[in-house]
């Protein structure tokens, strides 16, 4: 165990979560910490912290999921990164518990802790959706929804004009905020780009709804910018249903407030977020909408007590927003506020180890940018808004720019110039999800071979005959393994959509 210079133990710090704010909370104490003054691990199921503003470019095949993905063993040197799921918290005695896969759940003692376990998919209960949806919070999901649409135009190109073509070809997003409307608008620009690979489609073929129960979209920006992006994807034949309720999506067939019916294959649910509910599984304060109490620096607070040893920042923390612009008094979930904090929150660890100042968090929103497929973007900053050509080139270079490490921005930056000379990728990938279908399918199996090979036999006639004997054993298991290929897309969406944890 390290000592610190005056010889006692250096003191444990816990991040719970590698994404925005656990990763840079890290990172920043990685930097500032001499040697031996305290001892960092940071837990998390993923070995990466997710670059979610590219999730909707992944699904549009704009950018490589490994890409949009940051590696936590390769960027943190120092901090001890434990690839498993804290369970539970008991901050009274300071110890919190580890699961971690294929060995039993074990027991962490900490001086301090830091909670960065970001957020999940909010839904409601409506019919259908946790069994047929989809999220767009994490990698999988976008890479899934990607696959999706490639495989669906691949099925579609092969039936006649009807309700099962018509359902291949149909793609929902549920919610208008800024994650689901790149998300349909980026889609569309797949979609609208694939056309020229299946002659035998059209483009009236392609539908695409958009379902809001709000009078209108993004609201981080203005209402003209937000009208302007709903006339820009009318133009794109992407319908917006304003003012609607998803009622039921039972077996994928959308029913609408408004009356409305229809079979969609692919549903992507993007109508909210909520703190990680592990945070309930912890005794540290949380508020009424299940997230961690905080006070301006970032410490966790009770009623107006400073919970000693605990931090928290990013999506599963209710900061005060200082600059007056959050919604509630409460800086909102987004990435901005999560880098930000993390660093700062490091900082403030730094001093209270120290005996320096801790500094409250102030940040003034910077503006929203999105991007709605190639070469449509939005930018707006108060009153002020860039729309089209000239906010897409700035989505990309803030994105671009953002995305934490040099290596990650060279990767996308370069996959963006090379779809720009060679076009983005077409290839769906979902066979993955059956990586041993080929070798099962044409294994030999004990049984088959004995007859096939009797022991006198040269060996290069043997050579010859075992083949023959394997194929009644592929044979016999082919059907199986064909029924398993053709099996997987409603089950798949389906097991991603249920909870997690
Ligand atoms: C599609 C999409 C687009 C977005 N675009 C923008 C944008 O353009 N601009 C912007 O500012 N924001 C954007 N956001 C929001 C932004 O990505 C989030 O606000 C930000 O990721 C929050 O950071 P965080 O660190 O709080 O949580 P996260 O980044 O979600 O990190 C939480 C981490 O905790 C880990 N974790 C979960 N459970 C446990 C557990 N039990 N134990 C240990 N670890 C756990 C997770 O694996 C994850 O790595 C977007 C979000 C989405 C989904």
Known sequence: MPNNSAGAAAPKILIVGGGY?????????????????????????????????????????????????????????????????VTSVNHAKKTATISVEGAPSYEMKYDQIVVTAGAVSRTFPIPGVADQAIGMKNIEEAVEVRNRVLGNFDKAANLPAGPERDRLLTFVVVGGGFAGIETFAELRSLATYLLRYYPGLKASDVRFHLIEAMGRIMPEVSLETSKWVLANLDQRNAKVHLDTQLKSAVDGVIELSTGEKFASDCIVWTAGVMANPVVRATDLPLDDRGRITAHASLRVISGDKIVEGAWTAGDVSAVPDLSGGGVGGFCVPNAQHAVRQGKLLAKNILASIRGGEIQNYFHKNMGAVAGLGVGVGVYQWRNFAVKGFLAWLMHRGYHGLAIPMWERKLRVFTGWAWNWIVRRDIVSTSAVKHPRLSFETYASRPGAAPAAAPAAKPAAAKKAAAPKAAKPAAEKKAPAAKKAAAKPAAKDLSKKAAPKK
Do not use: W
Request: charged fraction near 25%; hydrophobic fraction near 40%; aromatic fraction near 8%.
């Open 21 to 85: 704010a656990g990763f840079y909370t890290a990172k920043k104490l990685e930097k500032s910490l001499r040697a031996g003054e305290a001892e960092v691990t940071l837990v998390d199921p993923l070995p990466y912290m997710t670059y979610q503003p590219f999730l909707p470019e992944v699904a549009a095949g704009s950018i490589e999921e490994r890409h949009a993905v940051v590696s936590l063993r390769r960027h943190l040197k120092t901090t001890k990164v434990i690839t498993g799921k």
